[in-house]
């Protein structure tokens, strides 16, 4: 009689689902535009193509409306800490940022120019047009009550979750509806051990990040240090700028970049007809 132990069918199942894994992950490159074809925004917007501006002083939060085409440009000072963000469809609130859908579609948790931000619904909420730092972080969430005690001994009364609560509910929304979050400006990497890390090499003021929005966005936005972050004192405020960013062109990188991304917008698209077809028929 063949007895097989449990301990080699567990590794017999480990070893199929990582063939599957990377002959995915595999064809996924393969088939991937390479990221240094982003071509980027320019540095200065023009000022006729600004359509709001504002200063979010540090441990605040704040919310705003960035319609389809209009793009969002989160401007960093020389001591931002982390500036996380939610976004959510701006017409049906339970269509929202979906941070692991985000990671697991293009097949890596690093955000940078030419990624994409997924909503849960497979819809490509924001695309990510320019970034001049880099460094961003997917995997370990904004500040809390416990992690501000962790860090500074004590509660501040403003973090990340709190500044989400306060924002959601202003929007008719609750604490139950606020999903993990995406932190810009935050050097987290994975150490060997599988351990999250805060790395080198701080904001210097003017560095930015442009988050291009492909439908009607509501965006969350918290300027409070992020959990890893080690204790630098103050953090800047932020400058928030929505512009008029040109239709994107047929060959947008952020659109063709791999098939994940494609079919992410045939489903952007289709949805943004509908909508506008309803508009029509009013």
């Known amino acids: 009689m063949n007895m097989t132990s449990p301990d080699s069918k567990k ?18 490159r393969a088939a991937r535009r390479d990221f240094a074809d ?17 200063i979010l002083p ?16 989160l401007v960093a000072g020389d001591n931002t800490q982390g500036v996380s963000v939610l976004l959510f469809r701006a017409d049906e ?34 695309s990510i047009t320019d970034d001049t730092y880099g460094m961003h972080d997917a995997l370990a969430g904004g500040s809390t009550a416990a992690t501000n005690i962790k860090r500074y001994g004590h509660d501040l009364g403003r973090h990340t979750r709190g500044n989400f609560i306060l924002l959601a509910s202003k929007h008719g929304l609750s604490k139950t509806d606020i999903p993990p979050c995406v932190t810009f400006f935050a050097p987290v990497s994975v150490d060997p051990s599988g351990g999250l890390q805060w790395g080198a090499g701080g904001t210097e003021a003017g560095d ?24 630098l004192g103050e953090p800047s405020s932020v ?44």
């Not at 480990?14 to 894994?21: H, T």
């Not at 982003?38 to 504002?54: F, H, K, Q, S, Y």
């Not at 929202?96 to 997924?118: E, F, I, M």
């Open 11 to 28: 590794s017999d199942t480990y070893a199929a689902q990582r063939a599957r894994y990377e002959a995915l992950y595999a064809r996924g």
């Open 38 to 54: 982003v071509t980027g925004n320019p540095t200065i917007i023009a000022d006729e193509l600004i359509a709001a501006r504002e």
């Open 58 to 73: 540090a441990n605040w939060g704040t919310s705003m409306i960035v319609p389809r085409g209009q793009t969002l440009r």
């Open 93 to 126: 609130l339970t269509e929202r940022l979906n941070v692991g859908d985000t990671v697991k579609v293009q097949w890596s948790a690093k955000l940078h120019k030419g990624k994409l931000l997924y909503s849960d619904m497979g819809r490509v909420l924001a």
């Open 208 to 231: 930015y990040i442009d988050l291009r929005a492909e439908m009607d966005i509501l965006v969350f936005v918290s300027n409070c240090p992020h959990p890893l972050s080690p204790d």
């Open 239 to 282: 400058e928030l700028m929505r512009w008029m960013s040109p239709a994107a062109a047929v060959d947008d990188f952020c659109r063709t970049s791999c098939e994940e991304a494609i079919r992410g917008f045939e489903n952007t698209d289709a949805l943004v007809a509908v909508s506008a077809q309803l508009v029509r028929g009013q």
